[in-house]
């Protein structure tokens, strides 16, 4: 059950986060700066690489290191291929896990590690072997750990990650959104750097920005009628999210949402891309999920029994409705079995300012969810 009387109350959210969520959706923007002073400070901004790399890796260990080789693979385009790193192990446990790098690498690969542990043996195993292979590491992970003693050892780029007072306090959480920001920032700088995208300091400084402005518009303190944030969370109460996205940025947004909803909040949610949306998830709007399939019973008891699950659609775009859009097919099919729908569309900019909205205002809304559900 979500207690909606604690979204209303700054002081009950802010005691219920023991996990410093509310905090690293709030200080995102701030957590970006930090980011990128880190970066320079490492002598990112004064590196001449000799061209673009022809592939990209980026291995590190669950949610945020999954959620950024997406963005960044999305932002690079066809430029470059880049490549998650998947782990292997028995558990998903820092000592367990193991990476390696394709047969192919050499020195005309560029090598990214984020993780917001660097205790993993296997970052450090695999830092050292694509030194051996003459590969470029950069590495982003707490400081004085034993990958930036490995990343050292290995003639590679550290970047100190940026972390907040309380981090310390409580172990950091994969999807959290600061530790997402943390590890994205300085590798935006990097491939910057290497032509792969457009993320100068002033983008940044945007992104920094854009961040802020979400944070007034959705925190603790605004209402939940004219908080987008808290007003998605309580629609998606009792309900199975199924996240549609449109347009290139939206679509790494809406993966993001659905790993921050299992791991925060504990929700499971689907998801995919218009158009192709519509005939994955037909199926499912016309079966038992569907809000018409099974109305709500007049006598279960409000109390003891639990109202049945019920998908509702959540449209994310990243630009308004023009020229070639399935969004009016999308809401058409899912009204059309009485499912609800929700959207969000970003204010005007640019292509990372408008991901960094759609991934702001989903962050809040899985934090607010979890708290209020007391996951």
């Given at each position: ?10 002081e009950?959210?802010?005691e219920a986060?023991r ?6 959706a709030a200080?995102?923007?701030a ?5 990128a002073r880190h970066?320079t ?10 061209g ?16 950024v080789?997406?963005?960044l693979?999305t ?16 558990a998903p446990?820092?000592g367990?896990l ?6 192919w ?12 542990d ?14 051996r292979?003459?590969?470029t590491v950069?590495a982003?992970?707490p400081a004085?750990?034993p990958l930036?003693e490995a ?9 100190p990650?940026a972390?907040a ?12 959104p600061g530790?997402?920001?943390a ?17 100068p ?10 961040l ?7 925190g603790?303190?605004?209402a ?11 629609e998606?109460?009792?309900?199975l999210?199924?996240i549609w996205?449109e347009g290139?940025?939206?679509g ?11 791991e925060?909040?504990?929700r499971?949610?689907v ?5 192709e ?5 037909s ?7 569907a ?10 008891d ?6 049945a ?11 308004p409705?023009?020229?070639?859009s399935?969004?009016p097919?999308?809401?058409e ?6 499912t609800?729908?929700?959207e969000?569309e970003?204010?005007?900019g ?9 991934i702001?205002?989903t962050?809040?809304?899985a ?9």
């Open positions: 059950m979500l207690d909606e009387s604690l979204l209303d109350t700054p009950a959210l802010s986060d996990r410093g969520l509310l905090r690293g200080e995102a923007g957590r970006v700066r930090t980011a970066a400070e490492a002598g990112v901004n004064d590196l001449k690489p000799d673009r790399p022809r592939a990209v890796l980026i291995a590190g260990p669950g949610a945020a290191a999954t959620s080789a997406d963005l693979g932002l690079a385009g066809a430029g470059s291929p880049v490549i998650r790193l998947a782990p292997t192990g028995v446990a820092a367990a193991r990476w390696e790098l394709p047969g690498t050499g020195s005309v690969d560029l090598l990214l590690i984020a993780t917001p660097g205790t993993e043996p296997g970052l450090s195993l695999l830092a050292d072997q694509a030194y292979r003459g590969c950069v982003v992970a004085d750990t930036s990343v050292e050892g290995a003639h590679g780029l550290f970047v990650l972390t007072p309380y981090d310390q306090a409580t172990p950091l959480t994969a999807s959290a530790v997402l920001w590890l994205l920032t300085p590798l935006l700088a990097i491939l910057d750097r290497t032509g792969l995208l457009a993320a300091p002033d983008v940044i400084e945007k992104i920094a920005d854009r802020d402005h979400i944070a007034e518009r959705c603790p303190a605004i939940t009628y004219s908080n987008p944030a808290k007003t998605l969370a309580t998606l109460v009792d309900s999210p199924v996205t290139t940025s939206a790494p947004a809406g993966r993001r949402f659905a790993a921050a909803l299992a925060l909040s504990g499971p949610a998801v995919a891309e218009l158009p949306a519509l005939a994955a998830h199926t499912l709007l016309a079966g038992p999920l809000a018409g399939a099974d109305p709500d019973d007049f006598f279960r409000r109390v003891e029994e639990a109202p699950l019920h998908a509702r659609v959540v449209l994310l775009r990243d630009r409705i023009a020229g070639l399935a969004a097919a999308a809401r099919l899912a009204l059309g079995h009485d609800p729908i929700s969000l970003p204010e005007p640019g292509e990372i300012e408008t991901l960094a909205e759609l702001a205002v962050d809040f809304a934090v607010y969810l979890a708290l209020a559900s007391g996951a």
